[in-house]
Every structure is written in structure tokens, then in C-alpha cells.
């Protein structure tokens, strides 16, 4: 089973309970985020097609990096 990325950093061990869809990385229910927003131009995932708003599952991490907002909490 996929291990938590960001606590294997932190020398803590969680079951991911998914994997960012940017990074692919595997994150707890501490460390993953649920966005809901509206596909924007130049978001990293262009070679997927979404028909509607799904619910995406992003470390922190790329959050910042991709959608530069602070937190969704
Ligand atoms: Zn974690
Ligand atoms: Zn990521």
C-alpha cells in the first residue's frame, strides 16, 4: 500500500489515501487537498478532459506552486 509522501519527509508513517494528480505523490487525509475549481487555462493536466468540475486531490505543494493560493481550510 501507497505510503503519505509528505510524512515519510516528517519521519512519520501514514496509508495515502490518494496521490496528487499533479505531482503523483501519495498523501494521508492529513496532508491531501480536495480542490474544487474551475478548469483554468494553463493548468498542468491538459491531456486530461474533464466534463465537469471533479473533485481533485493536490498536496499542499502544488497548490502553491500551480493555483498560487495559500489553503482551502
Ligand atoms: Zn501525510
Ligand atoms: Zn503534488
Do not use: W
Amino acid at each position: 500500500m501507497l505510503k503519505c509522501y509528505d510524512c515519510s519527509e516528517e519521519n512519520k508513517v501514514n496509508e495515502a489515501v490518494g496521490v496528487c494528480i499533479v505531482c503523483g505523490k501519495g498523501l494521508c487525509t492529513e496532508h491531501i487537498k480536495q480542490i474544487e475549481l474551475p478548469m483554468k487555462g494553463g493548468y498542468p493536466m491538459s491531456h486530461l478532459t474533464l466534463k465537469k468540475d471533479l473533485p481533485r486531490m493536490m498536496c499542499q505543494e502544488c497548490i502553491d506552486t500551480t493555483l498560487g493560493v495559500d489553503s482551502f481550510d
